[in-house]
């Protein structure tokens, strides 16, 4: 009889659109799985590869040999690797790149230049934690004469019975001086212990009940219910007005999903930026719950990732990559805020965790809840399709009526901050309310712009002028972080004038600090906000009043409740409507509402001023007026008119590199590959382009884009998968491809 031998089929985290084969030596049978890393010998070198598959052949000539098994546990279960799959054919992407993707960087330290040795990679790839916990004595008291910051350590240590070093320091500063005499007069004990590191910088003290729902928000809970107890796949679009209880609704229906067993996977758009959202899931279900999110280290994404692959947690709270968590059993999916493109990744494998989550929940017959204010118009087209299921809370859950909204026509005023808005904020301290003011442009001024030849300063690497900020004395790149001294001259005619055009958050800040002199002001934009937790500063030096004046970018609009905030004034209504990008107006509608939103949400009315260039426009018209139904209607319109989604599906393709006419001849001879395709295919997709991008060069590199538009994702797919297979690759010229694109630049 012919022996049969053991072939593992494996993906590797390299840029190549196929599997490879290897062969299990007899010892290593037991220990290969679908779902485990193994090392393997790659071309010249040595890889870390992920096993799919696992067969039987007779004939196994011209294999090579698998190294070593590197995990004592899959990774990953089939269904999870189905869906990587999945992915990776959606994204015509590398599945062993989607793979890398999906696994914390933690566990991704091993590379191929590592050597064979495998063993440590398991278990050293991240080590765990050990912490010193001290203990107090029984019968210790403090009869010795300490000194001061000893004793109210011991004390400390008394009260809590068990603390952690870590907490010590946090409460106390550096303390092991004073912890070692503590040890040395034998009044506490010491004792290490493995720990998981832990990502939540708060007390957990905090309790919160489940709240008695209102009709809208039981009807809403209930269909979800329905469904959680079937259970099947239901899709559903929650379209709540801010502050209508969508979290409560989100709370209920996975405790729900808890109860039968069941675990619960929430996407939100950044959770730095929605700590209130974290406190009330913790505040709610106590410590089963993880955070996977960008600001972890990677040994806490680890260990985050660890106790959910080891079903230590029932629910994962994450950013965009959480849709890949290794989370079993899901009952529902939330995602929060679903209309955000911080779920599409920008670069690499270009997912959009809004989609996936559908993908996933399908897979795992689990409910989808797709929760915002402002859903994407896409999303609010499938409900008329059928293809998502409509919840709705029409009311503010409180009873709170939405704030009223006047227009500041701003043509002929010269002011960033106008006279109306000015007398408001001084009526709103005068009352000892909160305001905030918003602006979506960071820095001082927008541009300098030189008086004598009228140039304005740029990026040498970008297309695109460089932001003053007078903080820093540097005008900078937004892009590449390019920084020159400023005003400093101009450098096309060495003048030495220099005017500041338009205005950024610095510059609010600036005037509201010489006209407001006696207001306790803050700004939150991404120049304030680099510091690990200070979005939490100023959140709650909002929250707990310390703070009249708010001043801030797109990051203020996000999910925070500040009951005290009477008025929200925004600086400029229009700025993304010139955006070159087909979601413009659904952009500027959905930040405009998200901000009047935040107005009045506690006992006082709220009141919203709309400084505005344009305010004709439907997308500002439909904001001010709360009137979601006339903004899709419009909206719909416009994309059925230009043939953008949901009536045609895109994808884009990316050109870039260090020499212009590389990229395009590249681009050019890559478009009349898509034609020749298209014609031979006979698929129905338009190829536009190419076209220098909006953005034409970036961090020195040139761009140039091709726009595929179909009216069939099949059609798309088809022409792609063909370009893909017959093209050749230019080594000088880095290719993307972008299916669903939502940013054009
Ligand atoms: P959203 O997520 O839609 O912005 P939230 O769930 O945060 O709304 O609710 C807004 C406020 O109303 C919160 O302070 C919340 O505690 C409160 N709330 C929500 N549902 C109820 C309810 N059924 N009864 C009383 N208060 C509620
Ligand atoms: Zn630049």
């Not at 500040?562 to 087909?582: Q, R, Y």
Request: with cysteine.
């Amino acid at each position: 009889m012919q022996t049969l031998s053991l072939i593992i089929e494996v993906a590797v985290p390299l840029p190549l659109d196929r599997t490879f084969h290897y062969l299990v030596d007899t010892g290593m049978s037991q220990e290969i799985a679908p779902g485990k890393r193994v090392f393997v010998p790659f071309g010249g070198r040595k890889l870390t590869a992920y096993i799919l598959d696992i067969f039987e052949r007779p004939d196994a000539s011209g294999l090579k040999k698998v190294i070593e098994v590197l995990d004592d546990e899959p990774l990953w279960t089939g269904n999870e690797l189905e869906f990587f799959r999945w992915v990776a054919s959606y994204y015509l992407h590398p599945l062993g790149e989607v793979l890398k993707t999906a696994l914390p960087t933690g566990i991704n330290l091993q590379s191929a230049n590592k050597g064979g040795n495998g063993a440590q990679v398991v278990s050293g790839g991240r080590k765990v934690r050990h912490e010193s916990f001290y203990q107090p004595k029984e019968s210790a008291s403090l009869s010795i004469a300490l000194g001061k910051k000893a004793a109210e350590i011991f004390e400390t240590i008394r009260e809590g019975g068990e603390l952690p070093a870590a907490e010590l320091r946090r409460r106390f500063g550096p303390c092991s001086q004073q912890l070692n005499r503590l040890l040395e007069l034998g009044l506490v004990t010491r004792e290490e212990r493995e720990v998981y590191r832990n990502p939540f910088s708060e007390d957990p003290s905090e309790q919160d009940a489940r709240k008695e729902l209102n009709p809208h928000q039981a009807s809403a809970l209930e269909r979800i219910c329905t469904s959680l107890d079937k259970p099947l796949f239901a899709p559903f679009l929650l379209h709540g007005v801010t502050g209508s209880g969508k979290t409560e609704v989100y709370l209920q229906a996975i405790a729900h999903a808890i109860n039968q067993g069941k675990n619960a996977l929430v996407l939100v758009p950044e959770i730095s930026l929605t700590p209130q959202l974290v406190r009330r899931f913790r505040a709610r279900f106590g410590e089963s719950i993880a955070i996977l999110h960008s600001a972890l280290s990677d040994g806490e994404r680890y260990d985050e990732w660890r106790r959910i692959r080891r079903g230590l947690v029932r629910i994962v709270i994450g950013a965009r990559s959480a849709v890949f968590a290794p989370l079993e059993k899901i009952g529902i999916i939330v995602v929060d805020e679903e209309h955000e493109a911080s779920f599409k990744q920008a670069d690499g494998l270009r997912y959009n965790a809004r989609d996936l989550a559908l993908v996933r929940g399908r897979m795992e017959r689990a409910a989808v809840i797709l929760g915002s204010a402002t859903p994407l118009v896409t999303s609010l087209y499938a409900v008329e399709q059928g293809k998502l299921g409509l919840l709705s809370l029409p009311e503010r859950a409180r009873g709170i009526p939405m704030p009223t909204v006047e227009v500041v026509p701003m043509q002929g005023v010269k002011e960033t901050i106008s006279a109306p808005l000015q007398k408001a904020l001084d009526e709103t301290l005068a009352t000892q309310g909160q305001a905030i003011i918003f602006l979506n442009r960071r820095g001082f001024s927008t541009y300098l712009l030189c008086s004598e030849c009228g140039q304005p300063l740029t990026c040498p690497n970008c297309s695109v002028t460089l932001t003053f900020h007078r903080s820093r004395g540097q005008s900078i790149c937004h892009y590449c972080d390019y920084a020159v001294p400023a005003p400093g001259t101009c450098p096309s005619c060495n003048a030495l004038e220099l005017k500041e055009l338009g205005a950024g958050t610095e510059k609010i800040e600036h005037d509201l600090r010489q006209s407001l002199p006696q207001a306790r002001i803050l700004r939150m934009d991404s120049d304030t906000t680099s510091g690990k937790g200070s979005h939490n500063r100023i959140l709650s030096r909002m929250a707990d009043g310390t703070a009249d004046i708010l001043i801030g970018t797109q990051m203020i609009t996000k999910g925070h409740d500040f009951p005290g905030v009477t008025l929200v004034g925004v600086i400029s209504a229009e700025a993304s409507l010139n955006l070159p990008d087909f979601r413009g107006a659904e952009r500027t509608f959905q930040v405009l509402s998200q901000v009047i939103g935040r107005a009045g949400r506690g006992d006082l009315p709220g009141k919203v001023l709309l400084q505005a260039l344009n305010p004709s426009h439907y997308a500002v018209q439909c904001a001010i007026a709360h009137d979601f139904q006339e903004f899709y209607r419009q909206e719909l319109e416009f994309r059925r008119e230009a043939g953008y989604p949901p009536f045609a599906f895109l994808a884009g393709l990316g050109f870039s590199g260090t020499t212009e006419q590389g990229v395009e001849e590249r681009a050019e001879s890559s478009a009349r590959l898509l034609l020749q395709l298209k014609r031979e295919l006979k698929v129905r997709v338009e190829v536009l382009g190419p076209a220098p991008a909006p953005l034409y060069r970036l961090r020195g590199r040139f761009r140039r884009q091709i726009l595929l538009k179909s009216p069939s994702r099949g059609d798309l797919r088809r022409l792609l998968a063909a370009w893909i297979s017959k093209r050749d690759k230019v080594a000088t010229v880095r290719e993307t491809i972008d299916i669903d694109p939502v940013d054009m630049m």
